[in-house]
Every structure is written in C-alpha cells, then in structure tokens.
C-alpha cells in the first residue's frame, strides 16, 4: 500500500523560496513516477512536475518549468519541489502523487495521492 505525506509548505513573500517534501512509504517505486499537482482556490487541479523514479528524468509544466526544480532522494523515499521566484499565482494547495510508468511514457493516471500541503505567497 502507497502513502504520500506532503510537508513544507507555508506562507512566503513574492519573489521568495520554498521547498515542499513527500514522505513515500510501501513498497519499492522503481515502477513508479513521482509528481506533484496543485489547486489555486476557486480552480481545477492542475499538473506542475513529475520526476520518474528509476532514471531521474523530469518535467515540467510551463507556467514553473524555469523557477521550480522536482528531484528524489531514493535513500529516503522522499521527492521534493523546490520552488524560486514564488508568484502569488503560486496560491495552491500542492498534492504529491505516484502513478505506474508503462515503457518510456508518462503516468496517463495518478493512483495515489497525499493529503496536499498549503503553500500561500503574498503580493
């Protein structure tokens, strides 16, 4: 059973840093890509990155893809955003998620999900 515990987030000023954590734990991930989604208030769920597993490869949307920085700690099962620049666009609840790698190609569908840390950035 897969459990994804997101922490780090806060209240930071426009133009400041922050870096979220999600905890995994169950078992190996090595079939899996890692990735985080947000929800701005009053808005739909949207994607910001995704890391898969085994190789380390990324993406991004393109609304982050120059600020925010997705990587893994493989040792502690832990994935992390690193986020720079912060806009108060950036106003969301962030979601860490895990969904199965078929081949080369990117989670179609994100099985697991976190509970979602806030992250609020003022003007």
């Known amino acids: 059973q897969v459990q994804l515990v997101e922490s780090g987030g806060g209240l930071v000023q426009a133009g400041g840093s922050l870096r979220l954590s999600c905890a995994a734990s169950?078992?190996?991930?090595?079939?899996?890509?890692m990735g985080w989604f947000r929800q701005p208030p009053g808005k739909e769920r949207e994607f910001v990155a995704a890391?898969?597993?085994?190789?380390?490869?990324?993406t991004y949307a393109d609304s982050v893809k120059d600020r925010f920085t997705i990587s893994r700690d493989a040792a502690k099962n832990t994935v992390y955003l690193e986020m720079s620049s912060l806009k108060p666009g950036d106003t969301a609840v962030y979601y860490c998620?895990?969904?199965?790698?078929?081949?080369?190609?990117?989670?179609?569908?994100?099985?697991?999900w976190g509970q979602g840390t806030q992250v609020t950035v003022s003007s």
């Open positions: 998620a895990a969904g199965l790698v078929y081949g080369r190609s990117w989670p179609r569908k994100y099985d697991y």
């Open positions: 169950g078992p190996t991930f090595s079939d899996y890509a």
């Open positions: 890391i898969i597993w085994s190789a380390g490869r990324t």
